[in-house]
């Protein structure tokens, strides 16, 4: 499969079959998210993978969809607030560390035959809380992940490469 092929196959999953996620799987994403470049490569991410039924059905009250404790594993993608890089201006690059790892580690998970979805609409306070994380972590992204109940790929809505795209300067 080609790196096109693989991004075209990504899509958000919210039906999972109950089949577990084998333990060398889990690890081959976590190994790819691992891999994800950062800034100044600090890799100030962490990933907390739940499999236990009571602390997943926890963090999913902070995220009320039916669908989302049905998955076999939740990942929760947290950010280190205290090994970041800041840029000059202040701006503290977490979040986009965070989120290039999540996105290796969604492709991988095309790749070994699961699904996954981006949950960024959650109480991050509750999760906090839920998961005991210290103050200058931060739960970024939940991350179901599992075996799609169906194979077959949704059809996605995405713009039109020159609705994207400038050449030499902002242009609408």
């Not at 039924?53 to 039916?66: C, F, H, T």
């Not at 970024?140 to 609705?163: A, C, H, N, Q």
Request: charged share 25%.
């Amino acid at each position: 499969m080609t790196f096109l092929d693989l991004a075209a196959k990504r899509y958000s999953l919210r039906t999972f079959s109950d089949r577990p996620v084998e333990k060398d799987k889990i690890l081959q994403l976590l190994e790819a998210a691992r891999l994800a470049p950062s800034a100044v490569n600090y890799q100030p991410h962490h990933f907390i993978v739940i499999t236990d039924e009571a602390l997943k059905a926890k963090i999913a009250q902070g995220y009320s969809r039916e669908w989302f404790a049905k998955a076999p594993v939740v990942i929760v993608a947290c950010g280190d607030h205290e090994t970041s890089w800041k840029r000059r201006d202040g701006k503290d690059h977490v979040d986009v560390d965070v989120a290039i790892a999540v996105d290796h580690l969604t492709l991988a998970a095309v790749e070994l035959g699961l699904g996954t979805c981006w949950v960024c609409a959650f109480d991050a306070a509750h999760v906090h809380a839920a998961l005991e994380l210290p103050e200058h972590v931060e739960p970024i992204v939940l991350i179901p992940l599992g075996y799609p109940l169906d194979e077959k790929v949704p059809d996605k809505k995405r713009k039109e490469l020159d609705e994207l795209v400038s050449w030499n300067g902002y242009h609408l």
